[in-house]
């Protein structure tokens, strides 16, 4: 959210039923259902922003380990059109 304040979403499955599951779900939908996108996007900003040194020193707990593994793939890709793109133009 700023430089020293963060927004974490949990999820919470609830199992409640009646009224209590009615007022659950309106407050999901028109409170908590836009929050993960938050704090996705505030991921974004963070990963766009970590010097590329960083990322070789990273120590992610096992859930991240995915990610990580999606961006390094990310990153040969990128670097395998690069070199594609620089062999088109000099051929």
């Known amino acids: 959210m700023d430089g020293n304040n963060c927004q974490v979403n949990f999820w919470r499955c609830r199992k409640v039923q009646g009224w209590q599951r009615d007022v659950w779900r309106f407050f999901y939908r028109n409170r908590l ?54 062999a088109l133009q000099a051929a």
């Open 33 to 86: 259902k836009v929050l993960p996108w938050v704090v996705l996007d505030q991921d974004r900003v963070v990963l766009q922003t970590l010097p590329a040194e960083v990322r070789n020193q990273e120590f992610l707990y096992e859930h991240d380990v995915g990610m990580a593994r999606v961006r390094r793939m990310r990153e040969t890709r990128t670097r395998e059109q690069a070199a594609a793109r620089v």
